[in-house]
Structures are given as C-alpha cells and as structure tokens.
C-alpha cells in the first residue's frame, strides 16, 4: 500500500467516522516544545551510550550520573509546555464521540499537562520515582538531589520510575495498549521512529486487525510504508489541522 501521503481530507474523514481511537507517541512529539528526540543530529543519546544511562545495570555502576541526568531532564520539562499538537489531540480526546487514547514512549507529561485524560505512559514517568529494590514508589516532582535519595523503607537507592533497555514495560499499560490496539479502527502514531519494541509492533498489531493507520513524522520510518496516511511534517503542523477537520466531520 503506497501511502497517500498528503491526503488530509481522507485521514479526516477516517478520523472523524472512527469508533475508536488510538494514539501511539514518541520523543518526537515533544520536539517541538524544546524536549530534545533521543536519535537523530542533537539527539539526547548523541555521544553518550544508551547502555549508560537508560540501562538498570548503567544505573547500579553510576546512580548519581543516571539520576543526575534524569534530574537535569526532569528540571528542562518543567521549563517547556506543551505546544498546538498535543493540544490538539486533547480537543480530539474531549470533542470526538469516540474514545481517544493515547500510548505514549514519553515520560514527559506533556500530553496530561495539555488535557489528554486517557494516557497510558508505557515507558514510565519523570515526575515518579521507585526504589530500586523494593516496590516503595513516590511522586518526584521537582526534587534535583545530587545523589539518589535512598529509599525510607529498605535504604536502597531510589531511582527514576521509567522502564529502561531489557526492564518489562508495566504490564497493565502494556495489556491494554496491545488490546486497544487491535481493537481501534484507527491509529495515529506521532513523532517516533518506530524501533524500539515493544511498542513499535502495536501499529502492526493495529493494521493487522484492519485498521487505518496515519503516520505524522517529518521522517520516514520502517512504518511508513505500511501507512495507509503518512505526514512527513511536524506534529505541531498537521495534528492542528487534522484534528480541526476530523471534529468538523464528526455528526
Ligand atoms: C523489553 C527510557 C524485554 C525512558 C526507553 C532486538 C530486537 C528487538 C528488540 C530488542 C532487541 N534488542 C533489545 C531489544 C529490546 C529493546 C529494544 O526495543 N531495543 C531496540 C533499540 C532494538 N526494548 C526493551 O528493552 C524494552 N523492554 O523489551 O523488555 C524483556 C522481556 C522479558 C524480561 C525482561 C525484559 C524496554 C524499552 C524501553 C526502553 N526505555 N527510554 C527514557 O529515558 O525516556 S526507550 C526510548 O526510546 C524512549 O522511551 C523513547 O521514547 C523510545 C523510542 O524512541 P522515540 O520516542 O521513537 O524517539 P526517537 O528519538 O528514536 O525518534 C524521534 C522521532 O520523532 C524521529 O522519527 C523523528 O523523525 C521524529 N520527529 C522529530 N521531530 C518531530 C518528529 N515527529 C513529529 N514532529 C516533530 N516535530
Ligand atoms: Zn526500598
């Protein structure tokens, strides 16, 4: 299927004639409000290895440098606001008949802070930190220690509750992500370069199930070509516009 790539009025009409819809995240999403991607020319791993800082086993050989690069993430995202996309998928959310949910890779908080109500963050949360033995969780909202805190239950270091490389995703976000994937007659997924697994197989599981799939990414990426829709603009761009046709549609 070659994707139609500019077609607004068709990935509208989609939209608007949708029962249910889901819509799939990534760094991308955020680039516009200041939030650096993790691949690409400025991305947030360039020159500094994954395995260092998003691994449990980079964690334990430097919890002060993960955390710290954690805090410094945490500190830059209560310095950006969402900008017009993810307000534009929270009108989508509160005008359209159809539920509207969004799974996100993004542990940012933008989508909530911009009025999305159901989000499944599937890769965790800046704004949570758990302990890293015992299951002791606590909002962390704008704590910048130096070190990890230690943990009031067990004195383990405590660390960001995110998932990272080789850490199962939370397994009721996940269930319920794959099952809304197979069930949504459309998927919008937004901003990310579709690599990293699991998520990156819930627009397959989406489109085996016979949905309509529309891509908004100024690149393309090992989906694009399985998009019924794809967008090679930026979030900010085309969710506004999409979203304002798709609700003049709706009956
Ligand atoms: C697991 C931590 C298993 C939080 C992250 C080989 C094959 C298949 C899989 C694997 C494999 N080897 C290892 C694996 C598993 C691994 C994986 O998928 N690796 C990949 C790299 C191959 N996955 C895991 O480890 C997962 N866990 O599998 O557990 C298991 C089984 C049993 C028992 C135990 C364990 C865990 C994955 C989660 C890892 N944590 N982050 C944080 O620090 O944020 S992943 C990290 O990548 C972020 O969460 C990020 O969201 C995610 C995906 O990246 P993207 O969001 O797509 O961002 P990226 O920069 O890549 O792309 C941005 C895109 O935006 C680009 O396409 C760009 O063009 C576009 N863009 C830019 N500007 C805009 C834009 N789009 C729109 N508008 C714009 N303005
Ligand atoms: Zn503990």
Known sequence: MIPRIDDAEAAARALARAE??????????????????????????????VEDVATPEGFARDPAGVWQWYSDRRRNCLQTEPHAGHVALARLEHGHRAPVTIATQNIDGLHRRAGSGDV???????????????????????AFYSEPPTCEYC???????????????PA?????????SQECDVVLVVGTSAVVQPVASLP????????????????ETPLT?????AFPHAA????PQLVDRALAMVE
């Open 20 to 49: 249910s819809i889901l819509v799939i995240t990534g760094a991308g999403m955020s680039a516009e409000s200041g939030i650096p991607t993790f691949r690409g020319p400025d991305g947030l791993w360039e020159g500094r290895s």
């Open 225 to 229: 070509p399985v998009c019924h829709f």
């Open 236 to 239: 900010g761009e085309v969710l």
């Open 120 to 142: 499944i963050e599937l890769h965790g949360s800046l704004f949570t930190t758990r302990c890293s033995k015992c299951s002791h969780q606590v909002p962390e909202d704008r």
């Open 204 to 219: 397959l599981y989406a489109r085996h199930s016979g949905a309509t799939l529309v891509e908004v990414n100024p690149q």
């Open 155 to 169: 004195g383990a270091p405590m660390r960001p509750g995110v998932v990272w490389f080789g850490e199962m995703l």
């Open 172 to 180: 009721d976000r996940l269930l319920r992500a794959q099952a809304l």
